[in-house]
């Protein structure tokens, strides 16, 4: 079965520092890979989504970036994080050939302070 | 662009009422609908899924949703609640012509149900 593993699990981080999220998947190969922002009373926000190496599609103007350096990597990034960046972030996957089913990872509690 | 609304977002039930959780989508063409469940402390997962055929499907748990394409509604229901299914209720859609790889989230309804 397809798993995420998604690290850290909590963060903390000053204002201005650089962030990076790193989102791994096991189970499948040339999947879809998704950055969600989870926020009370917004739902889930999808920020980014990946249908290949290399090839990413942002949905919101935002202070991140996100890459897919490998078939089974996805990570989220910013050089200077804002204190609006806080929050709870989800890496996803599905398999390439099917919406059926996202499967998710534990999440990414970030704190901008 | 396609996005979904949730219209309940605090919902609080007493056990064995019936339970009806608001979903409408904007996109005019053919979508596939879920409904995904994130209770305490785990992590997402899918609830139950339309595609096509019959537009009542049933999930999980005895829940069940009514995909009502005239009203572009797929609620989600259930007619005896639990205690255990306290959770937080996430509808999505996933469009199926143009940029077919998204997965749309609505905000979410969370449910607490009291024993």
């Known amino acids: 079965s397809q798993t995420i593993h998604q690290w850290p699990a909590t963060l903390v981080q000053p204002v201005g520092s650089p962030l990076s999220l790193e989102c791994t998947v096991e189970g499948t190969s040339n999947p879809n890979l998704y950055w969600y922002r989870q926020a009370a009373g917004r739902g889930l926000q999808l920020l980014f989504y990946?249908?290949?190496?290399?090839?990413i599609s942002s949905e919101v103007p935002q202070n991140l970036s996100a890459s897919r350096p490998q078939d089974r990597q996805f990570i989220l990034s910013s050089k200077k994080l804002l204190l609006s960046d806080s929050g709870f972030y989800l890496c996803?996957?599905?398999?390439?050939?099917?919406?059926?089913?996202?499967?998710f990872g534990s999440g990414t509690q970030l704190s901008v302070l | 662009a396609q996005s979904v609304s949730q219209h309940n977002h605090h919902v609080i039930l007493s056990e064995a009422a019936s339970l009806e959780l608001g979903c409408n989508y904007s996109?005019?063409?053919?979508?596939?609908l879920f409904w995904y469940v994130q209770y305490p402390g785990q992590h997402l997962q899918l609830l139950l899924k339309?595609?096509?055929?019959?537009?009542l499907v049933k999930g999980i748990k005895g829940f069940e949703a009514e995909f009502i394409k005239s009203k572009f509604s797929f609620n989600l229901r259930k007619p005896s609640v639990q205690w255990s299914d306290t959770a937080e209720y996430f509808c999505?859609?996933?469009?199926?012509?143009?940029?077919?790889?998204?997965?749309?989230f609505g905000t979410g309804t969370l449910l607490a149900v009291q024993p």
């Open positions: 996803a996957g599905s398999r390439q050939d099917s919406m059926e089913k996202l499967f």
């Open positions: 990946s249908v290949g190496i290399g090839q």
């Open positions: 996109y005019g063409g053919t979508v596939n």
């Open positions: 999505a859609v996933n469009a199926l012509s143009g940029a077919t790889n998204k997965l749309i």
């Open positions: 339309y595609f096509s055929g019959d537009p």
